[in-house]
């Protein structure tokens, strides 16, 4: 597969979750490009915002397995991975698999789970296996995970760590509709929902083979000097504790492929890194104060990108 193929094939997928979703292109673009870049997504917002029906409208739009788990405080490590049951046959456990294994799993507020719960997503997001009584499991690729949460609802729930926030590529947070958006969504809802009409139009080897296209994208040697400068400009600020590690930095670098495989090129611009730089940044950076820590990630990635000169090409006279 080439990159016009992919930018077909990524139109396709747009054009499907937008029967469903009203606006939101750029939040729908960079959740497709998460799932390209072999990333996964953490969608932020307060509710009723359509975080948990962009997540369904993605994997309905994809055939494959898809898994979902509502996270709540009494969930347990084995509700997510699977377990051991004992067949009275054989007189022997077998392994049950989790809904972990699916190619598109939806973990609804996750922020609810217990860290000893949310703890059981980290090996299968990173290395995309379940290690349960000393056997490994590898899961089926493509595996992508969407999680949801609030960021304004504190009771009853558990701040991601930084060591999980970091497995997740991107965070989008999807906003308020405009007045226009919000009559486009009373009127398309009146009757029913659309995203029950909705069906595949790709499948999980499309994206597999996708996904390879997209690792193969230039990235010009100042390219990856940039994404290095701006990474390492986040560790200096000084309302940063904590900036960007190598695997944001790589992470970045994977996205910039996949925004201009999705737009049709077959290398990466300085603008495809500026774009992605917010959504996979933002929300690893640790700050001096958690108040406001969204919007506070957000403009210190823009401090660092405003700090970094930009790579130009230069013509040779």
């Not at 997504?41 to 369904?56: F, H, I, N, Q, S």
């Not at 067949?87 to 996750?110: K, M, Q, W």
């Not at 089926?140 to 609802?153: C, D, G, R, S």
């Not at 929902?193 to 597999?208: H, R």
Request: proline residues 6%; hydrophobic residues 40%.
């Amino acid at each position: 597969m080439d990159v016009k193929q992919v930018q077909t094939l990524a139109q396709a997928v747009k054009n499907n979750i937008q029967k469903v979703i009203v606006g939101k292109d750029e939040q729908i673009e960079l959740l497709l490009c998460a799932l390209l870049s072999g990333g996964h997504a953490l969608l932020e917002d307060v509710p009723g915002t359509g975080k948990t029906m962009l997540a369904r409208s993605l994997a309905l739009s994809v055939s494959g397995r898809f898994g979902r788990i509502q996270f709540t405080p009494d969930l347990l490590p084995s509700d997510v991975t699977g377990m051991s049951v004992f067949d009275p046959r054989d007189t022997s456990f077998h392994f049950r698999p989790g809904p972990v294994f699916c190619n598109v799993l939806l973990a609804d507020e996750i922020n609810r789970a217990t860290p000893r719960s949310q703890s059981a997503m980290l090996e299968c997001m990173e290395e995309r296996q379940v290690s349960y009584d000393g056997v490994t499991y590898p899961l089926e690729a493509p595996f992508f995970v969407v999680a949801t949460q609030n960021p304004i609802e504190t009771q009853g729930t558990f701040p991601l760590p930084e060591a999980q926030l970091d497995r997740f590529a991107i965070q989008l947070s999807m906003g308020y509709p405009t007045a226009a958006e919000q009559s486009a969504i009373l009127a398309r809802f009146r009757e029913g929902t659309p995203q029950a009409e909705l069906t595949a139009v790709a499948d999980k080897e499309d994206i597999a083979r996708a996904q390879e296209a997209v690792r193969v994208v230039k990235v010009h040697a100042d390219i990856l000097t940039y994404i290095g400068q701006i990474c390492e400009k986040t560790r200096g600020l000084e309302q940063v504790i904590l900036g960007a590690s190598p695997r944001a930095a790589l992470t970045l670098m994977r996205l910039s492929q996949a925004l201009a495989a999705v737009n049709g090129r077959e290398y990466v611009t300085p603008e495809d890194v500026k774009k992605a730089a917010v959504p996979v940044l933002a929300h690893r950076l640790v700050l001096r104060t958690a108040f406001g820590a969204g919007s506070q990630g957000k403009k210190a990635v823009e401090e660092a990108l405003s700090l970094v000169p930009v790579p130009t090409e230069t013509l040779d006279e």
